[in-house]
């Protein structure tokens, strides 16, 4: 594109005047961002309003991605990096006497997500715009995201994380646009002149969903997609009359209702009244996205809504979005005028589900009282839903009572999102091969000898212009240098680095890039948590959401025992090793919150102890987040990907890891599986039982952790240490759930659910020959360059084509 820089500055300098009265010499740096992202969003909106134009001219299928999550990360340098003007950007900056790099850090990380579902969509996102296809994202606008996590006496502490304290400069509000979206209230049954039978609803709470929307700039290319986003509100919130009366917090006890549903990512639901706000949150959106679709369906195509599925896929994220499938019967039926058949064709048609977990528990399960209180029309159309699906049951499987009852949407009480997804949806897929399987062959068996043709496999991936072009310029530029340009829209362009695998001179430049990225971390962490960690040690990195399954407790064990070795033994030799953890745990997850208690107890008792000189160190960095990553991934050398085999779907972090030249260590787990298969065995180090193994234990319940540790004394004497006042006053309860979740089991579970203590052994001979294949540097940095090599399977790009190919079917649209 044409960039004038002379008009690039006089449109900062603008703007420094109109939006805060400054000169460019009186501007701190915070104006200085918010004036660049404006002038940039300027050069967006010409290709954006192209965009919108040209799709309305094409008239054809365009797909739309709702999502509980989208964790976009910064804008800025993405946008400049896809619009192909960095480097522009950069020398104005520079000539205005300003550096880049702490403009940049003025960004806020945008509040929309928190784990690999949200990055994930945003990866979707960029890949969908970058090849040039029309699809667009709709989720909420969450006004202090999940939380902003600080760690106290290393404790995980919960603060409002406010990324809208100052206006965010990318999106449009389009107040135009808004839509209802009613809660509670009692169905009433009509009949029109035509015989045609529906409900409306009598005394609702009506909620004011407001889009604000989102450019989704592709790379070296004129597309501007779009992620819509909806904010709540009540047009009636605020009453006068009892404000007047001084009944001040009655006079906006309605307001705040309805702005709660906005309010925060995933609030803690373990009471109903939480339950009931992450209902709220979810029908909420995909309510107010249905009604944005069919509004511009009736606007483009009139109201023949058979044709609705030929102009829209719909893809709905895991289960949170899957209330959008009774939602849409209630539009057509109760609003449309359509009859049941018609709609439920046009529903079948639509939607497709993309599953996220095989863990049983965390499959959506909603309780009928709070279902059918809060959305009470749409727990009708979801009854009638099962009681047509279950009269398909009994013709398929007749007598077949418990295949019906565990297949019914409603049973027990509950409401079975899933179940919902998988009778609505044309499309079923997993995100890693095998997670598919697993899922074929074990949590949805049954579901898959009945729709055996809906049942598909979508191997996730990243974007690699942000997680590499954006986070590791330095490797992206040594990548570009070796190979040439292409790799950025086409990753499996990698393979040609293979060559330099055995060139000296190219190993050794790849290692210095490390080196320099490994500083320029510590030098952050120094500055902002005032952490010293040493660049010559091996940064083994675990970053993921805290969850049990994703054994964060079994990584800190193996640094405890390491521990104990160095006490035991202070002259043992080996690698210094800093182990680098970033986690945050649900604000209700109690035994997740402890675990990160532990690693940072542990942390504070080694890194003090001058006995360890140096050898060991333990990080847990603040409030993990996208931008945080970005600077964790290029310096990693070890990644760590160690969940219980079968109980990861894929992962993205294990990709990211891989692009960025750090070695895995990790189960055969998820997209583990494949990353292996890519790289070769001999440049990953897997340990621990796998699948197969872990379901034969089960079936034959022939699990005795006791027996394990009266075996193993090293991993009895780390035990012991969580409970004999070690790390903590002696008698202290602390860390003694922990223990007992390991050994006896608590809360009616099994002991040691997720066989941290089966896989133990494993894991320390895993991390023992880390240890000797680093002391071997060129070795090492042919690994490492091995795996950046073979990591082209895992570019999001991939993942979308498969997806536009077997499920949207969507068609590129050049943007002139």
Not at 55 to 73: H, I, K, N, V
Not at 211 to 226: A, E, F, K
Not at 360 to 376: D, H, N, Y
Not at 657 to 681: H, K, R, S, Y
């Amino acid at each position: 594109m044409e960039f004038d820089k002379e008009l690039f500055k006089e449109s900062i300098r603008s703007r420094l005047k109109r939006h805060y009265g400054k000169k460019l010499e009186e501007a701190n740096k915070h104006d200085i961002y918010d004036a660049v992202s404006s002038a940039v969003m300027d050069h967006i909106q010409t290709n954006w309003i192209a965009t919108r134009s040209t799709y309305e001219d094409a008239d054809t299928r365009q797909m739309y991605y709702l999502s509980a999550e989208f964790l976009m990360g910064r804008a800025l340098s993405n946008n400049l990096i896809n619009f192909g003007i960095m480097n522009a950007v950069k020398e104005v900056l520079d000539e205005l006497d300003f550096e880049y790099t702490s403009i940049e850090e003025e960004e806020p990380d945008a509040g929309l997500g928190n784990g690999g579902l949200g990055r994930l969509a945003a990866c979707f996102l960029d890949s969908l715009a970058t090849l040039e296809y029309p699809g667009h994202g709709y989720g909420i606008r969450y006004q202090y995201g999940m939380f902003e996590q600080h760690i106290e006496n290393g404790f995980q502490v919960e603060y409002p994380d406010n990324w809208l304290k100052h206006r965010d400069p990318w999106e449009v509000k389009r107040s135009d646009l808004a839509v209802k979206v009613r809660f509670g209230g009692t169905p009433v049954m009509e009949k029109a002149s035509n015989g045609h039978v529906h409900f409306k609803l009598i005394g609702a709470e009506e909620i004011t969903a407001t889009p604000y929307d989102i450019p989704i700039v592709g790379y070296d290319t004129r597309t501007v997609n779009r992620l819509r986003l909806w904010e709540a509100s009540s047009d009636n919130g605020f009453d006068l009359q009892l404000f007047n009366d001084m009944h001040y917090h009655r006079a906006v006890e309605r307001q705040n209702n309805a702005e709660n549903i906005s309010r925060v990512l995933y609030p803690n639901d373990s009471g109903p009244s939480g339950k009931a706000l992450r209902l709220k949150q979810q029908y909420f959106f995909s309510s107010a996205s249905l009604q944005d679709l069919l509004a511009k369906f009736k606007r483009d195509h009139g109201s023949d809504f058979a044709k609705f599925p030929q102009f829209n896929v719909i893809q709905l994220n895991d289960t949170h979005p899957v209330v959008a499938i009774p939602e849409l019967m209630r539009l057509l039926i109760d609003e449309e005028g359509m009859g049941w058949e018609a709609a439920w064709d046009v529903v079948s048609r639509t939607f497709a589900y993309t599953n996220h977990t095989i863990l049983a528990e965390a499959l959506e399960k909603w309780p009928i009282e709070i279902f059918q209180g809060l959305v009470p029309r749409v727990y009708q159309i979801v009854e009638e839903i099962n009681r047509r699906f279950l009269i398909e049951l009994r013709e398929k499987f007749p007598g077949d009572w418990k295949r019906q009852n565990d297949m019914s949407i409603i049973g027990e009480g509950m409401i079975r999102m899933a179940w919902l997804a998988i009778v609505g949806c044309f499309s079923v897929n997993g995100v890693a091969a095998l997670h598919t399987e697993l899922l074929k062959s074990t949590e949805l068996s049954d579901w898959y000898g009945l729709y055996p043709q809906k049942f598909n496999n979508k191997t996730n991936g990243v974007t690699q212009r942000r997680w590499l072009l954006s986070a590791n310029p330095e490797l992206a530029s040594f990548i570009t240098a070796k190979i040439g340009h292409g790799w950025e829209k086409d990753l499996s362009k990698l393979k040609k680095l293979e060559k330099f695998a055995d060139d000296k001179a190219a190993l050794e430049e790849f290692m210095q890039i490390k080196y320099r990225n490994k500083i320029r971390l510590a030098k952050y962490l120094k500055e902002t948590q005032n952490i010293f960690i040493d660049p010559d040690s091996i940064f083994d990195v675990q970053i993921k959401r805290l969850h049990e399954y994703k054994r964060q407790l079994l990584n800190i064990l193996h640094v405890m025992h390491l521990y104990n070795r160095i006490l035991e033994n202070p002259s043992v030799d080996f690698v210094p090793r800093t182990f680098i953890f970033g986690a945050k745990a649900a604000s209700g997850y109690r035994r997740a919150k402890s675990i990160i208690k532990l690693i940072n107890t542990v942390g504070d008792r080694i890194n003090n102890d001058h006995r360890v000189k140096g050898r060991l160190r333990v990080v847990f960095v603040e409030n993990y987040r996208v931008s945080l990553a970005e600077k964790l991934f290029p310096a990693s050398d070890v990644s760590e990907q160690i969940s219980t085999a079968g109980k990861e779907a894929s992962g993205t972090g294990n990709m990211k890891f891989m692009l960025n030249g750090a070695l895995t260590v990790g189960t055969l787990d998820g997209a583990n599986i494949e990353i292996v298969e890519e790289a070769g065995a001999e440049n990953a180090f897997i340990f621990g039982l796998t699948t197969e193994q872990i379901q034969k234990i089960e079936a034959e319940h022939s699990y005795n952790p006791q027996e394990i540790l009266s075996s193993h004394p090293a991993l009895q004497a780390v035990l012991t240490q969580l409970i004999d006042g070690t790390y903590g006053s002696a008698g202290d309860a602390l860390f003694r759930e922990l223990y007992d979740s390991l050994v006896y089991g608590v809360e009616g579970q099994r002991p040691d659910v997720y066989y941290v203590l089966a896989d133990f052994q494993s894991y320390v001979e895993a991390q023992e020959k880390i240890s000797a294949a680093y002391a071997d540097r060129l070795g090492w940095a042919k690994k490492a360059l091995l795996n950046v090599a073979r990591g082209g399977k895992f570019s999001s790009d991939r993942t979308i084509e498969d997806y536009v190919r077997d499920i949207w079917k969507l068609k590129k649209i050049v943007i002139q």
